[in-house]
Every structure is written in structure tokens, then in C-alpha cells.
């Protein structure tokens, strides 16, 4: 009933300042430290930083919403170390985060992002200080808004703008290290790069995909268990916002997250839908993503595709 519980969740976010409490911590986090390419180095300090990242997300409440253990929030967070020289790590880093579908097995992908601007200074046994007001140093910087973009995404798809508090932290993170000089992290600069990811999600021509969070799962997967065909009419009509998006702001990083969290589900989802609906999402589909005919076929055409 994870689906249940996080929505009365929503209520305590509400009512109570966000903080700490005795509840059980939210994020489920893999991480891995990838150092295959560093050569000549002692590697106790990946596997130092491994530990100290997983620690940090994982050890620490984020919120004040009441979790059970088996309501933690699935998240992944894997970091391939490309250089390293005088403490200083630069590499690129793949996140991703899921969530169960309600009353099944299933399990889907909210969020898919690869980051390729991650630098930041790290000396083996140097702890890693939460600070809340102001910027300890790149990395947890970086660590801070995953979790609270986790949090933002994982919220909105159970409540309709659910995630707001978690956006607002984020944007917080975001406002605070662009003062900071690091890499990845200053508007214009990069048209993918975390600035932008938030960005995606809370300009005025992006919004639509917060709405998209919710009516996508709440009412589009969460419903298809007990009424297929309700729920897909829901995804449907929720994918009428990326083509807002689209028409919005076609370089928005937010067309690409989609893409790479979605289309193989969809291919899933209409592949039991009549011929029209499977059109009418492929006409939607395809001038967003004329590079991606073969799976966009594959919702089209089901039977010609196996």
C-alpha cells in the first residue's frame, strides 16, 4: 500500500516544517563508484567516497514524512571516475530513479539523466557535513540536489504538485553553488547541466510535466492493474504535455529525460491498445523524436515489430 501511504505523507509535509525525526529515511540508494580508468591509485579512496555517498544519502532524513522501511524511495547513483589529481575527482554520473506501480510487481523509471559536468574536491576520510543554509563543497552540493530532486519527482507522482517543498530545496542548492564558481551547476551555460534539469521542471513553459508525473502514474499505471483501458486514456492524455513542451521549448533537457525514462514503457503500454490510440500517440510522438523510429514503430505497430 506504498502508493496509499505516501499520499497521507503528503499531509505531514504539509502541516510540519521539513527537518528531521526519529522516522524511518526515505532514500534506497545504490551507488557506485566506478574507477576502472584511473590507473596508478590507490583505490581505497573510491571505495571510501563509495561508502561516504551511500552513507549520506541513505543514513539521513529529508524530510519529516513518515516512511515504513519498505516504502523507501529506489534510487541510483553512479559515478564513473574519469580523472583524478590532488583530490580532485571529475567524471560523469548516471541517476536514475523508480517507483512501484500500485497493487503489482511492477516497477517504473521516473527519472533518467546522465550528468557529464560532475567535478569536485575529495580527500579520503574527509566526512561529508550536511548543511542545509549554505554550501559545504561541490559534491555534497551535487549529493544535496539528487536527493531532493528524488524526492520532488518521487512526490509529484503520487499528488498533484506533491513534490513543491523538494523543488524549492533543490532550487535552493541550485541558487547557492551557482555563487560557487563549480562547474555544472550556472543558467545558459549548458543546455544540460543541473540548472537546466530543475529548470525543466519549474519554468512557466515546463510546468506541464509536473502534471505529467502525476497523471502519467497515479492515474495512468496505478489504474492499469484493475482498468487497462482507464488507465492508458490517462497516459494518453498526460503526454499531451510533452508535446506542450516541445512546442515550448524543443532543446528543454526535459524532452530527453522523458525519452530515455519512457519510450520502451510505452511500447508496453499501448501494446494492447486499439490501432487508433496507437496512432494518435505515435502522430504525437514522432516529431519530438524522429531519431527513435524503431521503438516509436513498435508502438505503432506492435505485431509488425516482434
Same mark, same amino acid.
Given at each position: 500500500m506504498r502508493g496509499i501511504n505516501r499520499i497521507a505523507a503528503l499531509a505531514c509535509v504539509a502541516l510540519a516544517a521539513l527537518g528531521g525525526t526519529a522516522a524511518a529515511q526515505e532514500l534506497n540508494c545504490q551507488v557506485e563508484v566506478n574507477s576502472q580508468s584511473i590507473q596508478g591509485t590507490n583505490k581505497s579512496v573510491f571505495e571510501t567516497l563509495q561508502t561516504a555517498i551511500s552513507e549520506y544519502f541513505n543514513d539521513r532524513k529529508w524530510t519529516n514524512a513518515q516512511f515504513a522501511p /519498505?516504502? =523507501? $524511495? !529506489?534510487?541510483? %547513483? %553512479?559515478? *564513473?571516475? =574519469?580523472? @583524478? !589529481? /590532488?583530490d580532485r575527482i571529475k567524471g560523469d554520473l548516471q541517476v536514475q530513479l523508480s517507483r512501484p506501480v500500485y497493487n503489482s510487481t511492477y516497477t517504473t523509471t521516473l527519472f533518467n539523466f546522465k550528468d557529464t559536468k560532475v567535478e569536485f574536491d575529495y580527500r579520503e576520510g574527509n566526512p561529508l557535513v550536511f548543511n542545509e543554509n549554505a554550501m559545504e563543497d561541490n559534491l555534497t552540493a551535487i549529493l544535496n540536489f539528487y536527493a531532493y530532486l528524488f524526492l520532488a519527482l518521487d512526490f509529484d507522482s503520487f499528488s498533484p504538485n506533491g513534490g513543491q517543498p523538494y523543488f524549492d530545496r533543490a532550487a535552493t542548492v541550485v541558487q547557492m553553488a551557482q555563487s560557487g564558481g563549480e562547474v555544472g551547476w550556472r543558467a545558459f551555460e549548458d543546455t544540460k547541466n543541473r540548472s537546466a534539469v530543475l529548470s525543466s @521542471? *519549474? !519554468?512557466p513553459n515546463a510546468v506541464g510535466m509536473r502534471t505529467l508525473l502525476y497523471q502519467y502514474h497515479r492515474r495512468g499505471l496505478d489504474e492499469m492493474v484493475t482498468s487497462p483501458d482507464k488507465g492508458r486514456a490517462a497516459i494518453t492524455e498526460s503526454l499531451k504535455e510533452v508535446e506542450k513542451l516541445y512546442k515550448a521549448a524543443p532543446m528543454s533537457v526535459g524532452l530527453s529525460i522523458f525519452r530515455d525514462s519512457k519510450l520502451d514503457e510505452l511500447v508496453n503500454v499501448y501494446s494492447k491498445a486499439p490501432q487508433t490510440e496507437r496512432e494518435e500517440v505515435y502522430n504525437l510522438l514522432q516529431p519530438i523524436y524522429p531519431t527513435d523510429r524503431e521503438r516509436l514503430d =513498435? $508502438? =505503432? /505497430?506492435p505485431e509488425e515489430t516482434r
Open positions: /519498505n516504502e =523507501k $524511495i !529506489d534510487c541510483r %547513483f %553512479f559515478l *564513473t571516475v =574519469k580523472e @583524478y !589529481d /590532488n @521542471y *519549474t !519554468d =513498435k $508502438i =505503432k /505497430n
